[in-house]
């Protein structure tokens, strides 16, 4: 018999036994939408591909912020609406990237909705709110509220409506960490059913943890160009696929990349789209981030000689993907292994701070995470709160993008 807080127990509720439902407390619990080892090993070799089934359309130009994609360019890319429960009226879109045949990511602040409440008590006014959450400044939207397209058969899902591909979000997983005031950690999981048919689109490839970024990214979403003509009739509308190339700015923060050019930006709609660069010589692509927002915002003039697109750093959350879909990076093929590193994220102590950065004149957000301290010329006004060791820094000049 054994003893478990003062009460008798018989010889099944053995140590081994109970290690083993611990273990199953940091397992998804929607596991059978992972993918198999097996299928993440395929994907390995099966990503990434510049165009479905090879094929090369006629390309047009773009004005300001890119090109416009060829049909099937990108096969990867993925875009949704957002609609009102009462109304159907399209609230906003974005954009995401495929990762597997039932997986997407995307950002965070596309999936979720205020909590009106506190998100203006903590993120707005600044308040200082005992006993208040990451979580609890936002409310996962209704899965059912979005309508998905995959790929770029049709490059415009505007125009697509009524041929879209038949793909259902069916849950919604937002990293635990995300900070709704400031997009912090801004990144999202879609799972989606049926599984994705290659005839429609193709999973980009997953980057190492030791990967290198280049000079030269690409960054593809379904954004508006607020320069083209005719102007966009909304601005909360997705618009034509297109491709911007950016430079890696020279300044760095923690999950964060920055990319830099002195007229192209990211825009309303490439939200969650990928950055991506050339993986080896036959041009398939790794996404190494997710759009989250720019400075200054794309229809506003430039403020400095180079406007400033933000992505979330996917290298740094492969472990948390790898738990929740089964796409992991190698040896470890399976969620096995990272279920250890997100034990040991679930217990860590989360300290994030705002930090005014500048490059030219124009301000930046900064990110420090695990005790990385502010720069010297921070500027901005800083509040927190603090509950079970985690911390809410809200900013001022968070925009909402």
Request: glycine share 4%; hydrophobic share 35%.
């Amino acid at each position: 018999m054994l003893v478990v807080n003062g009460q008798h127990t018989s010889r099944s509720g053995c140590p081994v036994r109970m290690l083993l439902l611990a273990l199953l407390m940091f397992v998804p619990t929607r596991l059978s939408k992972n993918i198999t080892a097996e299928e993440n090993l395929y994907l390995k070799e099966h990503c990434g591909d510049r165009f479905l089934n090879h094929t090369e359309p006629l390309r047009l130009k773009r004005s300001l912020g890119g090109i416009l994609a060829k049909q099937n360019e990108f096969p990867w890319i993925a875009a949704f609406y957002l609609r009102d429960k009462a109304t159907l009226k399209i609230l906003w879109g974005c954009s995401g990237v495929q990762i597997s045949p039932q997986h997407v990511l995307t950002a965070a602040h596309c999936v979720v909705k205020n909590n009106e409440v506190l998100y203006r008590r903590v993120c707005i006014r600044q308040e200082i709110v005992p006993h208040t959450t990451l979580q609890d400044l936002y409310i996962i939207q209704n899965p059912a509220l979005f309508t998905l397209f995959i790929g770029s058969g049709c490059t415009n899902p505007k125009h697509c409506m009524n041929n879209r591909t038949n793909y259902s979000i069916v849950n919604i997983i937002v990293y635990e960490d995300y900070n709704h005031c400031l997009r912090l950690n801004d990144l999202a999981i879609l799972e989606i059913t049926p599984n994705i048919s290659s005839k429609d689109g193709s999973p980009v490839c997953m980057p190492e943890q030791s990967d290198e970024l280049m000079y030269n990214l690409t960054a593809v979403g379904f954004g508006i160009d607020p320069s083209s003509t005719p102007k966009p009739y909304s601005l909360l509308n997705l618009s034509d696929l297109r491709y911007v190339e950016l430079y890696k700015a020279s300044f760095k923060f923690n999950n964060t990349i920055a990319a830099v050019h002195p007229n192209r930006s990211v825009c309303e709609g490439d939200s969650g789209g990928p950055l991506v660069q050339p993986r080896n010589e036959d041009a398939n692509y790794t996404v190494e981030g997710l759009a989250v927002r720019a400075f200054p915002e794309c229809e506003d003039p430039p403020m400095s000689e180079e406007r400033v697109s933000l992505f979330v750093d996917l290298r740094k959350f492969l472990d948390w993907i790898c738990l929740h879909t089964g796409v992991c990076p190698l040896p470890h093929t399976d969620v096995a292994s990272a279920i250890t590193q997100m034990t040991t994220l679930s217990t860590t102590t989360i300290n994030t701070t705002t930090t005014h950065l500048t490059t030219e004149g124009e301000v930046i957000i900064g990110i420090a995470q695990e005790l990385n301290t502010s720069t010297s010329n921070t500027t901005t006004t800083e509040r927190r709160t603090q509950h079970d060791g985690r911390y809410l820094f809200t900013n001022n000049r968070s925009s909402h993008w």
